[in-house]
């Protein structure tokens, strides 16, 4: 598996990413690149000569998601009426990959404002899955995964409300790692639902995700802890299995390898799974005055939603929704209030069934269905758990289809503890990995 090092010759590595790119452009995955990547890669290599370093991603080349602040390129979500905002500062977690060495080397389509599980913007058409071209790539970070997994980059920056990290991972076999919700790391991110809006990495390996997990929130990198799964208590969230013969073929052979590791599996029935869509349309009641006050900020930005409702510079396919949202001036609905409180009973809820059968990490397919097409696929609502409760999750892939398409794993912690999560997820991707060796 790819991994994220430094290049021995920086200006070769970006120029070879840089022509991928340009190989791959059918996919739609890249909005555009950054002018100055060549010229700090020139930079970077001559302070490697001098024996400097700058930090653990000297010179490794990185995308992120068009909602993502980073200096001086566009930050546009994907839509027309957007297009020729540029960034005037860079996101904190954009500044802390720069501190870290890293070079943003473009910057990913992605569904446009968020809204979607696939990836379509008025910008850059549709994300083509690189393992399929013929299907979506998944959203709305669905540019960064289609980005990473043809080799445009070995990791991304994406964003995650309700499963826009995990759900194209899940589709394009990466590492996706939506962490516990912290409003600090939201700083310079265009929003979607600030109650739910995340910021996390898309890579091949779980190490890397760790990585970039610690550098973007200010912790100093280390690796992960080494850990057996024997004794390791998996709840199986059976709920949330779906009925695609395809996947479940997968899924169950690979919870098998789990056991054949020393994994314990026990059944966990969620009865509240039928109430969560109480709290899915928190994003409907919260964007209009989210991005407004987003827009706000942005010098040459249109004045507000309405302005770009009136424009007509966007998807059409979302002019009902847009104008949904305008009917929405004050943010304590009752609908919306009882969504917050369905927030707090669901992750209450988990960490009971956690305790009471003594779980370590909840276990579902990342989504219900794999994809078949460029159309919508619903992931059902497993995504969803980790984006209402505020747990930390991680989707690996855990194996392929006959068809060729990934099979994603989504492990769920019970706490915000994203290191004893990925310490797990690197347990269970060592067995795939060993299990997988020996058939």
């Known amino acids: 598996m790819k991994r994220l090092i430094p290049p021995d010759d920086c200006p070769e590595e970006i120029a070879r990413r840089l022509e991928a790119i340009e190989q791959h452009r059918a996919l739609n995955a890249i909005l555009g690149v950054n002018p100055d990547a060549m010229t700090l890669a020139e930079a970077y290599q001559k302070q490697r000569r001098r024996g400097e370093r700058i930090g653990p991603l ?5 995308i992120i998601k068009d909602n993502i602040a980073c200096a001086p390129m566009p930050v546009t979500l994907g839509c027309r009426a957007l297009g020729s905002l540029q960034a005037t500062s860079d996101a904190r977690v954009v500044q802390r990959l720069r501190g870290a060495g890293a070079i943003i080397l473009a910057r990913a389509n992605m569904s446009e404002f968020a809204f979607d599980v696939r990836s379509r913007s008025s910008l850059g058409g549709d994300v083509a899955n690189p393992l399929c071209p013929s299907v979506t790539a998944g959203g709305s ?22 499963g826009s990290i995990r759900i194209p991972c ?33 890579v091949h390996r779980v190490e890397d995700a760790a990585l970039l997990h610690a550098i973007i929130h200010g ?8 850990r057996s799964l024997k004794g390791v208590r998996f709840g199986v969230i059976a709920a949330l299995q779906g009925e695609d013969e395809a996947q479940l073929a997968v899924w169950q052979r690979e919870l098998h390898t789990l056991r054949r590791a020393g994994a314990t599996l026990v059944e966990v029935s969620l009865p509240f799974l039928n109430d969560i869509r109480e709290a899915t349309c928190l994003s409907l009641y919260e964007f209009r005055m989210a991005i407004d006050d987003w827009l706000r900020k942005q010098p040459g930005a249109p004045a507000g939603l309405t ?40 992750r209450q809820n988990l960490y009971q069934a956690a305790e009471l059968q003594h779980i ?49 794993m989504e492990i769920m912690s019970v706490q915000e503890d994203e290191t004893a999560l990925m310490t797990l997820a690197l347990a269970c991707e060592q067995a795939f990995v060993g299990g997988h060796n020996v058939r």
């Open 58 to 62: 000297h010179g490794v080349p990185l």
């Open 141 to 162: 970070s669905g540019g960064c995964a289609a980005a990473v997994a043809a080799g445009m980059a070995d990791g991304a920056l994406g964003t995650d409300t309700g």
């Open 170 to 202: 899940s589709y394009t076999g990466l590492v996706g790692l939506r962490p516990a919700f912290r409003r600090s790391q939201l700083d310079g991110v265009a929003p979607l639902s600030p109650s739910k809006d995340t910021v996390g990495p898309m």
């Open 219 to 226: 912790l100093p990198p280390v690796p992960l802890p080494a």
């Open 307 to 346: 302005s770009i409702v009136d424009s007509g510079a966007f998807l059409p396919e979302f002019a009902p929704f847009l104008r949904q949202m305008l009917t929405y001036n004050t943010l304590k609905t009752p609908l919306w209030l009882a969504g917050r409180r369905f927030q707090r009973r669901l």
């Open 360 to 408: 370590d990490g909840f276990l579902y397919p990342t989504v219900q269905r794999l994809p078949e097409s460029m159309a919508k696929m619903p992931p059902g609502c497993a995504p969803e758990l980790a984006a209402i409760s505020g747990l930390p999750a991680i989707t690996l892939p855990c194996g392929v289809s006959r068809r060729g398409l990934p099979v994603g």
